[in-house]
């Protein structure tokens, strides 16, 4: 009586064919955001407090200003764009009040993107009731 073993050979070869086509296909599928972290300084400065930087805040209530001076949110991709039409630099700061929903930060982002910024900083804090 003889033992019949399996034929394991062409199981490695579906094997190894799966194999590069999930190797192939895994770099196409990703999708993300690219984030560059800040490099932190010791005794952290306000972005406000740099001369050049441009901080737009969002409060409740569709408040929105450009450093510290109140805007409409109509005005603002335009106001932006003056802005930024003549800087290399084409980075801003976005400050939001916690209890926004996500939804209008990402507005106010959107709107800055379309005036041409290149580079967003997001600035995670709490604001206080004044």
């Given at each position: 009586?003889?033992?019949?073993e399996?034929?394991v050979?062409?199981?490695?070869?579906?094997l190894l064919?799966?194999?590069?086509i999930f190797?192939v296909i895994t770099?196409l599928?990703?999708k993300g955001v690219?984030v560059?972290?800040?490099?932190?300084?010791?005794?952290?400065?306000?972005p406000?407090n740099?001369?050049g930087?441009?901080?737009?805040?969002v409060?409740?209530?569709?408040?929105?200003m450009?450093?510290?001076q109140p805007?409409?949110?109509?005005?603002?991709q335009e106001?932006l764009?003056q802005?930024?039409?003549?800087?290399?630099d084409?980075t801003?700061f976005?400050?939001?009040?916690?209890?926004?929903?996500f939804?209008?930060?990402m507005?106010v982002?959107?709107?800055a993107?379309?005036a041409?910024v290149?580079?967003?900083?997001i600035?995670?804090?709490?604001?206080?009731?004044?």
């Amino acid at each position: 009586m003889s033992h019949a073993e399996p034929n394991v050979v062409p199981l490695c070869d579906v094997l190894l064919v799966l194999l590069i086509i999930f190797m192939v296909i895994t770099p196409l599928v990703q999708k993300g955001v690219d984030v560059q972290l800040p490099e932190t300084v010791q005794g952290g400065t306000d972005p406000q407090n740099v001369q050049g930087v441009i901080v737009l805040t969002v409060k409740k209530g569709n408040t929105v200003m450009i450093n510290q001076q109140p805007i409409e949110l109509q005005a603002l991709q335009e106001q932006l764009r003056q802005y930024y039409a003549a800087r290399q630099d084409k980075t801003i700061f976005v400050r939001a009040d916690s209890k926004l929903p996500f939804s209008k930060v990402m507005e106010v982002i959107d709107i800055a993107k379309g005036a041409g910024v290149e580079k967003l900083g997001i600035i995670p804090e709490l604001f206080t009731e004044e």
